[in-house]
């Protein structure tokens, strides 16, 4: 359902503010869906938000494992802050 003139002047105060920001967010993943994933507007308002982080997920690179405590100690030795 699209929010119309009317609607939006019966909100005021924080409800306001946070409808504010959930058009900027909605239309910022409209946004990149369309631009990344190809999707239409509908294709985009249809899919649960589960879905949409399952297809961005799958684009993101994986991330390399944190130092552990051990590479840290290799590092200090052959670096030593002398």
């Known amino acids: 359902m699209a929010w119309g003139v ?3 002047t019966r909100l005021s105060g924080p409800l306001l503010l ?3 920001r959930f058009d900027a967010g909605a239309a910022r993943l409209a946004g990149l869906a369309g631009a990344l994933l190809g999707w239409r507007p ?3 308002w249809r899919a649960t938000p589960a879905e949409l982080a399952a297809v961005l997920g799958a684009l993101a690179p994986e991330q390399e494992a944190p130092a552990s ?3 840290l100690a290799r590092l ?4 030593p802050d002398g």
Not at 76 to 79: G, L, P, T, V
């Open 6 to 8: 009317s609607e939006r």
């Open 18 to 20: 946070v409808h504010a």
């Open 42 to 44: 509908n294709e985009f």
């Open 69 to 71: 405590e051990g590479d």
């Open 76 to 79: 200090k030795e052959m670096f």
